[in-house]
């Protein structure tokens, strides 16, 4: 009886001593558009993976947007903002004051780079969207990266892209 004891602690011993208890948690970072609360403008999912619709706009219209960014556990380190390259739309940021109190003097707001300390693991960021001409193509890509480290990138990685189309019309003038 004591032998039998005896064998399952000492699998119990080789068991729990086998267990990497210095690995980091590790996950791939998320972001979550939002449209401003009070605008009747939807965003909807598309057949292609994190690709989302919003309704359409007309030229001249401000819509408002915040993202919340999380990088889970593992801390976020840069957050890219483009836009499609055919000038159909401009994008107003923060005020350069309360961004620079978040982000690195290596970011460059104007080509979207935002460099980040790395010691945050969430980022709320709001910034509106101008439309400026008709473009059936306009879009929105956000990229965040965090200090995750994956062995398998079959399992996840260490940044996450979402983009949001945004047709845009001319108003419609009525006489």
Known sequence: MKSKIL???AMVG????????TGEANYTPQIYPYIST???LSLYYTDIA???RMDTINVGDTVSFY?????VENNLT??????SADSAAKIILPDKNSMDSIFLSSSDYKTGKFFMKGTSTDLFFPFKYIARKQSNEAKLTFTIVSDAKF???????NSSTLT?????VEKLVSE
Do not use: E, H, R, W
């Open 7 to 9: 064998l399952l602690l």
């Open 78 to 83: 840069a957050f890219y903002l483009t836009q």
């Open 38 to 40: 009070g605008d009747s």
């Open 67 to 71: 993202l919340q960014m999380t990088g």
């Open 164 to 168: 949001i189309k945004t047709p845009i």
């Open 151 to 157: 062995n398998d990138s079959y399992i996840g990685t």
């Open 50 to 52: 994190n690709v989302f």
């Open 14 to 21: 080789i068991t729990l001593s086998s267990c990497d208890l």
